[in-house]
């Protein structure tokens, strides 16, 4: 495993969770990271990004203003720090690192993924 995502939990909604990305082996310094989910029966969707430098980040609109990725510079550890949450927050959460450089939104540039760790908010 190249990617490891941890942090997960049970949270009543408004309240807050920090998830972690840490890679091992290979290393992504050069590659933007981003985080996505999938809640069951649904596919796949992008959630926050941020760019090798840490400098430029994109977010979802379901998630902005709550959520805040973040990583060192040219490091391979990330975090999503994910506030006032709500139930439709409920998924498995994935990190991954992007084919390039830049802070990329979809799926298709993304080629290294983590096994993802579940984040359920109760309302």
């Known amino acids: 495993v190249q990617l490891q995502a941890s942090g997960g939990g049970l949270v009543q909604a408004g309240g807050s969770l920090r998830l972690s990305c840490a890679a091992s082996?290979?290393?992504?310094?050069?590659?933007?990271m981003g985080w996505f989910r999938q809640a069951p029966g649904k596919e796949r969707e992008f959630v926050a990004a941020?760019?090798?430098?840490?400098?430029?980040?994109n977010y979802a609109d379901s998630v902005k203003g709550r959520f805040t990725i973040s990583r060192e510079y040219a490091k391979t550890t990330m975090a999503l720090q994910m506030n006032s949450l709500r139930p439709e927050d409920t998924a498995i959460y994935y990190c991954?690192?992007?084919?390039?450089?830049?802070?990329?939104?979809?799926?298709?540039?993304?080629?290294?993924w983590g096994q993802g760790t579940l984040v359920t908010v109760s309302s």
């Open positions: 991954a690192a992007a084919r390039s450089s830049a802070a990329a939104t979809t799926t298709s540039q993304y080629n290294s």
């Open positions: 082996g290979r290393i992504f310094s050069n590659n933007g």
């Open positions: 941020v760019d090798w430098r840490g400098g430029t980040t």
